[in-house]
C-alpha cells in the first residue's frame, strides 16, 4: 500500500512543514531529507516512526524555518565566495576583457546563497518539529488504512461468490 501525510505548524518566529510519502517495503526503509541543521534529530525520528509503523519505505521531507532572532536566515557559500576571483578570470579570458560581470550573475552561481545555520537550542528544534511528524505520521497511517480498507472490500467482492462459506475478509 502506498501513503502520504502533510503537516504543517507556523508559530512565532517559525514553519515547519513535514511532507511524508511511504511505499510497501519488506524492511522499514526510512530517508530524510532536511538541512543539515535538523538531522540531528533522524534517529529520534526514526525510532518514533519505528514505534507506530510497520514495514515501508519512508521517504520524509522536512522544511524547518525560523525567523527569530537566532534563527537561520541567508549566507553567503563561503567556498563558492572564496573561488569567485578565479571564476571571474576565467570568464574574463573565455569572454574577453571586457565582459562585464554584476552582483546578478554572480547570485545564479548554484547554490551560492545558501541557508545559515540555526543557532537555535537542539531541545526547542525538537519540541517544534515533532509533534507536526507525529501528525504527518498519523495522516500516512490514516491514508494506508483507507487503502486497505478499500482493498478488502474489493477482494471480498471479487472472491466472496466462489467461496460462499469463508469469513469475510476484513470486518
Do not use: W
Not at 557559500?77 to 578565479?86: E, F, G, K, T
Amino acid at each position: 500500500m502506498t501513503g502520504y501525510g502533510k503537516a504543517e505548524a507556523i508559530g512565532e518566529g517559525y514553519s515547519v512543514t513535514v511532507e511524508f510519502k511511504s511505499v510497501n517495503n519488506r524492511f522499514l526503509e526510512f530517508q530524510i531529507r532536511t538541512s543539515k541543521n535538523i538531522l540531528h534529530l533522524e534517529p529520534k525520528l526514526k525510532q518514533s516512526l519505528e514505534s507506530t509503523s510497520r514495514a515501508a519505505a519512508y521517504h520524509v521531507t522536512f522544511n524547518y524555518d525560523s525567523t527569530g532572532p537566532a534563527g537561520s536566515g541567508l549566507a553567503l557559500n563561503r567556498i563558492s565566495v572564496r573561488r569567485l576571483p578565479a571564476v571571474i578570470r576565467d570568464a574574463q579570458k573565455r569572454l574577453g576583457v571586457g565582459t562585464v560581470l554584476d552582483i546578478a550573475d554572480l547570485l545564479k552561481i548554484p547554490d551560492m546563497i545558501t541557508a545559515a545555520e540555526t543557532s537555535e537550542p537542539v531541545e526547542l528544534v525538537a519540541e517544534r518539529i515533532m509533534p507536526v511528524f507525529t501528525r504527518a505520521c498519523l495522516e500516512l497511517v490514516a491514508m494506508r488504512e483507507k487503502e486497505g480498507d478499500v482493498l478488502a472490500a474489493d477482494l471480498q467482492d471479487e472472491f466472496a461468490p466462489s467461496f460462499p462459506d469463508s469469513p469475510r475478509l476484513r470486518s
